[in-house]
């Protein structure tokens, strides 16, 4: 026991931090010496008891192996097993994990923390696990993939926040890397670890699962009616890079109806499908978003009948198929609203009569049938910050009105300053994933046969600009490109 | 005579025609002595067709300048229309011997110049090839085959050999693309026409012309501020016979000013039509105009909406107004609220009421439109009955913009860096053979409809 122990704190030697190659070295040979210890009979009778005599902070590698033990073991107490989770989730050392990612992968999965504990426990835990590996949150594992879809599945949305509102820019598995750093290399990227070929921190990811992500994200954001963070979400689904020309998958069709939907909701207009949207999957938008398309745009026509005609003219049935039927009750509900958020372009102050004459219900199709409605309906709208103003009775009696305050599109000196430096901020921060997206591309085969090429070209067109006297420069290319007959004959 | 005419015009309205109720006050007989050629009966049967009041009178006046032409398409069309309209005039019945003999003269004319010019080819004279086409040309354009008409003389062109020569080319392709209403073949056309400097003389008899052409090209596409620059530079020294197969003097001083009091502010009103000496000869039959743009620069937009209004009428029976017409007006009109609101942080609507009200429609919803589509920068206090004109501040401006384009910037470079990282990972999305869409999704999933909670 007392070897054990020895073997176990001896990484990493305190005080001596060696350069990169000797952590490297010393840590493989470390978790060689763990996989030996944890395959010994004594192993699991001993673990309660070694587990005491680690700090997860400074011997995360060795906690790590004792924990796994303790909890596929089945006989620790969960409240224990909970704390000692916890308490390894909030402070390991993530360069120490980087070299046990197969036992990393196998804590949150074998068996599953989500089977373990309560699932709101258990999606906190395994968001806080993913973000102390990484904490810019950059790299999509298969955890992540799982864990927001447990999340959403048993409606635990907001433990799970912190990981959906990172943005992804790293996908496991990458063609022809090879890694040129030691693992030890404290710059190393998180990309550099997690996101490489040997599967160890992350099961390979398909592109159905990646779309899935993100689609199921901008669902957890429509639950917590974070329209922004939806929409985006959502819009990363249906412009996901395809070399298809002609389909799309049924999950960027699901999230086109949706995304149109929510940008209702966001913008009271009916979105433009951004310009980087591939050529296949628009096609298909055109065909299978006809409704919500035709929907958007009577939205915006404000002549309710038009907008209650949409939605009518198709069957319960289809909103049931769809499965929208919640976003779509909220967007009839928004019509009226946004009618009256327009019309603080138009007055600065306005009687609650006529709001009522001049908005419709999206529901009715008609004026609603009161100013109380109205009023209710306004001060909602208030104190859901969605309308700036106020509604005022005129103490001598006049007719009640709304009174939109006229600062409400001004930013103040301090709220430009803090958003324009927190944009500078953001944008500072990418610099290190640029670097890391460079790092990663350099070792690609095929981005180097590319550059190869383009090289190439650039020489050969150098050449026949010199002047080669026989040959017709880009004469191939001109052929390709154009009406066989129309070139030959101008040619 | 009530019913047929109510029948006739019930007709035209159901053809999407434009019907004017009250009298215009123009003299037919005075309008129509202005222009020559074939646009004569055009502007003749557009009135008949549009004007209650004159419709009989200008369809008759129609009918005899169509019987003096060769044209019997116009003739069929005209009769027909007068046999609606009056039924009972003497006039509307078919002149079947003159048809027939106008038909024979045609075709034979058609063929001797046919021959004629086949004749010239062979003896290879550029100058007989030239007028052969060039009669022809005529030939086809009086009978109403602007096609071919457009095609003989587009041939001349290779022929020319003076600088008038290459000026006439223009001048009959222009006139053919006009009565074809082919706005954009204008352009080319016109362009062909210009001399750069070298003859004088010639441009400067062709400038009127060429100008006008513009003006008329840039209004039949609405662009109604360099229409109304091109009517502006028009040379008024050149004998209206210059131009009259295609416009008056009038029409230049009524278009160009119209056309500037839509799209021009007071300032360069004042600078480009009133201080415009040479546009001012333009102008000078038609005072009202000018009273309209001195009111407006004046600032009383009151007296220039009446007097324009009082016009109204005459503008919608002119062949090329008469499509913009209600939009020019109300261009002016939404100008004309803008610019008495400019001097003021705040008026209150009664005062506008009284300066613009009209029976028909609140001056409140027109500023409410107005403010809707972007024209008036102002707020309306519907509890005070005030209106607020806003001062766009361009501190605040440039803030949101630089906003902007930083929160766009990081959200290009974000996804920029994905897409490369999808690309290098092979994660596209690539083609399949099986038919229906990619990746049917997890039958145990249920996508949303989840009760959607507040956040």
Redesign the interface.
Known sequence: MESTRATLVAFPQAGILGDNEEYHNAAQAHVKALTKLSSDAKWASQASQLIEQLDPSTHSLSYLYVLQTLKSANSYPLDDLLLKLTAFFTSFDARQIRYGGKAFTKLLSQPRLQDVFPASVAVELIATALLQLDPTGSVLTSHHTDLV?FAY?T?SVEPVLPIIEK?????????GYTNTRLLSDPDLPPSGFI?VLDHDFSKP????K???HD?LRG?CF?????WQQAFDALE?VI????????????????AYN?WILVGLLLKGKAPVLPS?T?V??RK?YDTTGKPYYALAQAFEKRTAEAFKGEYEGLSQAFWDEE?????LK?VIEHYQKWQIL?LR???????LE?IRTRTRSGETAAPLGSVQEIEALVKGMIDEEILQGEVVH?ENG?PA?LA?SSAA???TEEE?TR??VG??Q??KE?GP??RA?NE??AS?K??LKWLAQQKRQEQQQGQSQGGGAGEVPGFGDVVEDEDLMTGIVAG | MADPLLEFFTQMDDQGGIVVKDAPKFDLDLLIQNYRGRTKFDRLLLIGRSSVKLCVEALKVALAEAKRGRDIQRYREVVEYLRIAAPDDPDAVYDKKWLEKQELANREETQRLLAELKGYKNNLIKESIRMGNEDLAKHYEAIGDLNAASEHYSKMRPDVSTAKHLVDVGKHLVRVAIQRREWNMLFPHLAKMSLNGQYPEEERSSQPFIKAATGIAFLGQDKYHEAALAFLEADPTVPAKAYSDIISRNDIAVYGGLLALATMDRRELQAMVLENQSFRMFLEPEPHIRRAVTMFVNGRYSSCIEILEGYRSDYLLDIYLQKHVSRIYAKIRSKCIVQYLIPFSCVSLETLEKAFGSPESSIEDELAVMIEEGVLEARIDGIERLVHTVRVDPRAQMQASALASAENYEKQAVERLRRMAIAAADLELTPIKKQGLHHQLGGDLAYADQEIVMG
């Not at chain 1, 990811?205 to 159905?208: A, F, G, I, Q």
């Not at chain 1, 499965?323 to 976003?327: A, D, E, I």
């Open positions: 879809r599945m409606n943005n992804i820019v790293f996908y496991p598995g990458i063609r996101a990811l398909d592109t159905e990646i779309l899935e689609l669902l429509i639950q917590r009616r974070s990363r412009t996901f890079p395809s070399r298809e020309t002609n389909n799309a998958s049924k999950i960027m069709v699901e949706k980087i591939s296949g999957p298909i499965k929208n039927f919640s976003l909220l327009n372009h138009v007055y600065s102050k306005i009687s006529q005129p006049g009105y939109f599109d001004d930013l430009f958003r324009m944009a500078g953001r944008i990418l994933v640029v997206t990663r591309l690609n095929d981005y």
